[in-house]
């Protein structure tokens, strides 16, 4: 996801490598202002930036520590935009959040992102659907929380988006939610017939947030419009979508520098759980290929179950891990969204979750082999691998679909499956894979 602005960084870095004179730093910061300007960063945030970093280099001497350590903590004073971190809650009562942003931007799929993303942390989240523009709005929102088991208020009869607004909020005050999520309508370009729809949903609202969705595929587009937004109506937080992909990174820069709101999340694929909180210090760890440790422990503390994690360790170690607890680990695993998101945030694994093509785990075929192998197995036999014998075997693979050879390869590998979790099972197993990833790549930057 950060791949054009990581490879910069590392390609300019490495110009000053072994030398450490005038013109090797020089030639440095061309190489980062070319790759910055192909990274969609403004031309104003890039020259203040590098005349920085040169000045500061200059001054601690030059040579790559110092040139790497200016860099890091100007990118990062440019991203710390003072106001509010991540979620935020209201003192008390229903915490009330508008979404708002162009047609296509990513508003809805987002507002599901941060339910889904309240909800693993225990909040109770209503979503509003307030999007009556588009005729299969309603439909889209309806699916998708369906899909992530969330309660969405909704009026098909109803014309007035600020009328479900108002509704929305005394069901979600009497249901004595945590949250309400608002989705809207957008448009294709800022116009007075959006910014009065939105003017009068927030009237009746009074919200807590108005979070600003930026597609930051529109790169110095979502900038200006961003602006815009905030100077009509007023917004307190920006999340940027689609930066995964072929986005460029830059813009994050920009928005901080130019909108001076803060970057509050960023989605990172098309699923559910593609959400992240925008933490400027971690970003720029990763940014300099250095991953983000801190950010997938948040991530997966708060979607492992420790209960259940505990109840599952126990089997492992006992040797009573089962087919269906293998489903359930790989339901969990879904939870956490797309491989590639995740591997770039172990240190050193930046450039391999760059050259990966993300895997879609759950459509995958081997998937769904699997379910359909799980599926033809009887109650008995999923809480008991052992029972399976050859005559059982061609059974399930009958049953499947399947050839014996492909059901004996499964089974394999789910014995395989089980040592390994046996392995890293407990605190000490994660400790092992830590220091495992640390060891792959201290410096960040490959020697
Ligand atoms: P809205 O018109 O602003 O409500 O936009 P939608 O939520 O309907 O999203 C438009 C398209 O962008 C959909 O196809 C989404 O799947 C896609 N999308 C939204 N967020 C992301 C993201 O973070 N990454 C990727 N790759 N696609 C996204
Ligand atoms: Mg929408």
Same mark, same amino acid.
């Given at each position: ?85 991540? +979620? ?65 208020? +909704? ?122 909180? +925008? ?43 089962? +087919? ?124």
């Amino acid at each position: 996801m950060f791949e054009i602005l990581t490879d910069s960084f590392k390609s300019a870095i490495n110009k000053i490598r072994f030398a450490d004179d005038e013109k090797s730093l020089k030639k440095a910061l061309d190489t980062l202002k070319k790759s910055l300007l192909k990274a969609d960063v403004h031309y104003k945030v890039l020259k203040d930036l590098l005349s920085v970093v040169e000045i500061e280099t200059k001054r601690d001497g030059i040579g790559q520590v110092n040139f790497l350590k200016s860099l890091k903590k100007n990118i990062t004073d440019i991203l710390v935009v003072s106001g509010k971190q991540g +979620f935020v809650f209201a003192p008390k009562g229903v915490t009330k959040v508008l979404m708002a942003g162009l047609q296509g931007s990513g508003k809805t799929t987002t507002t599901v992102k941060l339910a889904n993303y309240l909800k693993l942390r225990q909040k109770k989240v209503l979503v509003a659907a307030c999007d009556l523009q588009r005729l299969a709005a309603v439909e889209q929102l309806k699916q998708l929380c369906v899909q992530s088991d969330i309660d969405l208020y +909704f009026d098909e009869q109803e014309k007035n988006p600020a009328t479900i607004a108002k509704q929305a909020l005394k069901k979600a005050t009497d249901g004595l939610y945590d949250v309400l999520l608002i989705d809207t309508a957008g448009r294709l370009a800022i116009d007075t017939e959006l910014m009065e729809e939105l003017f009068s949903v927030r009237k009746v609202i009074e919200p807590d947030e108005v979070f600003y969705v930026a597609d930051s595929m529109s790169g110095q587009d979502a900038v200006r419009s961003a602006a815009s937004f905030h100077e009509k109506i007023g917004i307190s937080g920006v999340i940027l979508s689609k930066f995964d992909g072929d986005s460029k990174g830059g813009v994050a820069l920009g928005l901080a520098k130019q909108v001076g709101v803060p970057l509050r999340f960023i989605g990172v694929g098309e699923k559910v759980a593609d959400l992240e909180i +925008f933490i400027p210090e971690r970003i720029v760890n990763r940014l300099m290929g250095e991953g983000d440790l801190e950010g997938l422990a948040e991530k997966t503390s708060a979607i492992i179950d420790e209960k259940q994690a505990k109840a599952i360790n126990k089997k492992i170690k006992k040797g009573e891990f089962n +087919f269906n607890d293998f489903l359930e680990q790989m339901e969990q695993m879904k939870k956490l969204g797309s491989m590639k998101s995740i591997l770039g945030m172990i240190p050193g694994l930046s450039s391999v979750a760059n050259q990966l093509k993300d895997v879609d785990l759950e459509n995958s075929v081997e998937m769904k082999r699997i379910k359909a192998m799980i599926g033809s197995m009887t109650k008995k036999e999923r809480l008991e691998p052992a029972l399976l014998n050859n005559t059982r075997k061609r059974r399930i693979a009958t049953g499947a679909g399947l050839s014996d050879v492909q059901v004996n390869r499964f089974l394999k590998q789910f014995k395989n499956a089980s040592k390994m979790a046996k392995q890293f099972s407990g605190k000490k197993g994660m400790q092992d894979l830590q220091n495992m990833l640390s060891q792959t790549n201290r410096g960040g930057i490959p020697r």
